[in-house]
T-cell receptor, first 118, second 114 residues
Framework: AQTVTQSQPEMSVQEAETVTLSCTYD???????LFWYKQPPSRQMILVIR??????QNATENRFSVNFQKAAKSFSLKISDSQLGDAAMYFC???????????????FGRGTQLTVWP | DSGVTQTPKHLITATGQRVTLRCSPR?????VYWYQQSLDQGLQFLIQ???????AKGNILERFSAQQFPDLHSELNLSSLELGDSALYFC?????????????FGPGTRLTVL
């Protein structure tokens, strides 16, 4: 089974600064999707960004960007110009692109709690 | 707001009881996924339905069952509840069964078993 590892249980950043959250994954598949979800104190799971493994270009969504290193199986999230509202638990997730018994399911890491200081 | 709704928001019950959690997917979405989030296990996939049929199963206990109805809403039934079943239960939906689809999550149901 695929595993997703987030080695940083907690991170903190000063407002307006940049922070990078790490994620590694283990898979034997060549085609897949990777996601970062944000879970604020409200507990709602909110999609932050998505990356297709077949795309070499790193995904970007406003202040959020990823560094996708397929060979290293690494998928980090960079948050630029951090804001107080970015404070949340961030989850990295993997999804296979192939049909099969695990069709559609997401595999999640354990999360990184991000604190933003004013 | 993701467009996925879940009821109830909170549920408190006793061990041995049975509860039903409800999920309404986004308008037009055919696939529903259920996940459990607990301190011990993190976020775990339970089960997926597509257009009324079970598509995939994860680490779902035999005491748990689910179904998807013709109007596409889904229910997760948890029976013979144990203290360890206390968790946040999410559902997510996608338009179809394609892996290209992004899953959008509902607000979750927090279950507390006393």
């Amino acid at each position: 089974a695929q595993t997703v590892t987030q080695s940083q249980p907690e991170m903190s950043v000063q407002e307006a600064e940049t922070v990078t959250l790490s994620c590694t994954y283990d898979t034997s598949e060549s085609d897949y999707y990777l996601f970062w979800y944000k879970q604020p104190p409200s507990r709602q799971m909110i999609l932050v960004i998505r990356q297709e493994a077949y795309k070499q270009q790193n995904a970007t969504e406003n202040r959020f960007s990823v560094n996708f290193q397929k060979a290293a199986k690494s998928f980090s999230l960079k948050i630029s110009d951090s804001q107080l509202g970015d404070a949340a638990m961030y989850f990295c997730a993997y999804r296979s692109a192939f049909r099969g018994s695990t069709l559609g399911r997401l595999y999640f890491g354990r999360g990184t709690q991000l604190t933003v200081w004013p | 707001d993701s467009g996925v709704t879940q009821t109830p928001k909170h549920l408190i019950t006793a061990t041995g009881q049975r509860v039903t959690l409800r999920c309404s997917p986004r308008s037009g979405d055919l696939s529903v996924y259920w996940y459990q989030q607990s301190l011990d296990q993190g976020l775990q996939f339970l089960i997926q339905y597509y257009n009324g049929e079970e598509r995939a199963k994860g680490n779902i206990l035999e005491r748990f069952s689910a179904q998807q109805f013709p109007d596409l809403h889904s229910e997760l039934n948890l029976s013979s509840l144990e203290l360890g079943d206390s968790a946040l239960y999410f559902c997510a939906s996608t338009p179809g069964g394609s892996q290209r689809d992004t899953q959008y999550f509902g607000p979750g149901t927090r279950l507390t078993v006393l």
